[in-house]
C-alpha cells in the first residue's frame, strides 16, 4: 500500500462525495448523517478550505481514501483558527494508519506554511474514547465538554469534547 498524500482541488469533489457516503452510513463516522451529505456540503467545505485553510486527500492507486479538512470562518476575530476539522477514511481502509498520517502531514504543514493559524479545532464525541485518546496522541487538548448537544432521537442525546491545537510556530514566519 503506497499512500500518497496531497492538496485537495475542486476536481475532487465528486471523489470526495461518495467516500463522504460511505463514511456516514457507519456508526460514529462523522456527525453528518447521510441525508446530509450532498454536492452543497462538499462543495462549501471544499471551497472554504481551499480558500481559507487547508485540504489534503489520501491517495491509494489513484482513489481517494481519506481526507482531512479545516478552514478559518469568515470572522475578524477567528482569522488565527482553523475549525470545523473532519477528517474520514475509507470504511474498507481503516485501521491501516492513514488518518494518522493525513493527520501528521496537515499539522505539518500547518507548521510550516500556515504561521498565521494559532489554533485548530475539533469535535469529537465523548464516548468515543478511541478518538479521543488519538486526538491527544497528536497535541490535542480537551477544551471541555458540551452536555448533550448532538441530537440522535427525541430520547438520545451525546456529548461532544471541544479540543484544540496549537500551533508552535504561530507567528515566527511572514505570510
Do not use: C
Amino acid at each position: 500500500m503506497s499512500l500518497e498524500i496531497k492538496e485537495a482541488h475542486l476536481g475532487n469533489k465528486s471523489e470526495l462525495l461518495n467516500l463522504y457516503r460511505k463514511v456516514a452510513d457507519v456508526s460514529d463516522g462523522i456527525i453528518r448523517n447521510g441525508n446530509e451529505i450532498n454536492d452543497y456540503y462538499i462543495s462549501n467545505f471544499l471551497t472554504n478550505s481551499i480558500d481559507n485553510g487547508l485540504i489534503l486527500i489520501g491517495v491509494i492507486n489513484g482513489k481517494i481514501v481519506g481526507e482531512i479538512h479545516a478552514f478559518t470562518p469568515q470572522i475578524y476575530a477567528f482569522q488565527h483558527i482553523l475549525t470545523d476539522l473532519t477528517i474520514v477514511i475509507d470504511p474498507v481502509n481503516q485501521g491501516k494508519g492513514i488518518g494518522r498520517k493525513l493527520f501528521e502531514k496537515f499539522l505539518e504543514k500547518v507548521t510550516k506554511d500556515l504561521n498565521h493559524v494559532k489554533r485548530i479545532e475539533l469535535y469529537t464525541r465523548e464516548h468515543n474514547e478511541r478518538n479521543v485518546k488519538f486526538y491527544e496522541s497528536l497535541g490535542f487538548i480537551n477544551e471541555g465538554r458540551q452536555k448533550d448537544k448532538i441530537f440522535v432521537t427525541e430520547t438520545k442525546f451525546e456529548t461532544p469534547i471541544h479540543m484544540a491545537w496549537f500551533n508552535p510556530s504561530y507567528g515566527t514566519l511572514k505570510h
